[in-house]
């Protein structure tokens, strides 16, 4: 696609509930990122993906938090048993590849606003 | 881990007025990229720097890498409320958490 989708653009979910977040990177883009945006707050980063392949997953805040990426393209966040914490804007953002995001820049998707009530 | 700060954290001016936004670390970056953000919408992209003392323009909008690049600023002449958002350093590593933002500079332009 032209650019980064994100969907739902909102998502309201009561606490204890799964949520799903999905993300479609820019076409011939193989890495994708995951970064989560408290209000107010700056990015905090997730997990990336390099084609199907999560080589670093150390940003996951809890077991909760799962995500997997089929056919090079289009990748799932998941959220397990939701608490309000996790209420945040999360981004989704692709770039040519691991390594051409510092020079070439990352495009960054609308983001999913969660809101666990 | 390397980190990023911002200063100043808000920022509210009128139109037609200059400001200064600076970004800050203890490390040494090999690129550094400035983005905005707007409400409702992801940080855009708005420059990269990669050599130490490196000056970029972009319009109204003057970019600079501290000779050390450790550190840098971004300039802009006459702010017009069209400039209002969230403004975003990041730099690090090449992929991962290595590479990380800033907490941002809000800017409010005044009409």
């Known amino acids: 696609g032209a650019g980064v989708s994100q969907s739902p653009s909102n998502k309201v979910t009561e606490k204890g509930k799964d949520v799903e977040l999905r993300c479609d990177p820019i076409?011939?883009?193989?890495?994708l990122y995951w970064y989560r945006q408290s209000l107010g707050q700056g990015l905090e980063f997730l997990i990336y993906?390099?084609?199907?392949?999560?080589?670093?997953k150390s940003g996951l805040p809890s077991d909760r938090f799962s995500a997997e990426r089929t056919g090079g393209s289009v990748s799932t966040l998941t959220i397990q048993r939701t608490q309000q914490e996790d209420s945040a804007v999360y981004l989704c953002a692709s770039s040519l590849g691991v390594g051409q995001g510092p020079i070439y820049g990352y495009t960054f998707g609308s983001g999913t606003r969660l809101t666990v009530v | 881990t390397q980190l990023l700060e911002q200063s100043p954290q808000f920022l509210s001016i009128q139109e037609g007025e200059n400001l200064t936004v600076y970004c800050n670390s203890s490390?040494?970056?090999?690129?550094l990229q400035w983005y905005r953000q707007e409400p409702g919408e992801g940080p855009v992209l708005l420059v990269t720097?990669?050599?130490?003392?490196e000056v970029k323009k972009l319009k109204r909008l003057t970019f600079q890498f501290g000779d050390a690049r450790k550190d840098s600023s971004l300039h802009i002449t006459a702010a017009q409320p069209g400039d209002t958002g969230l403004y975003l350093c990041?730099?690090?590593?090449?992929?991962?958490?290595?590479?990380?933002f800033g907490p941002g500079t809000r800017l409010s332009v005044l009409p």
């Open positions: 993906f390099q084609g199907n392949s999560a080589p670093d």
């Open positions: 720097v990669v050599t130490g003392g």
């Open positions: 076409s011939g883009h193989t890495a």
């Open positions: 990041a730099g690090g590593g090449n992929y991962g958490q290595n590479f990380v």
């Open positions: 490390s040494v970056f090999s690129s």
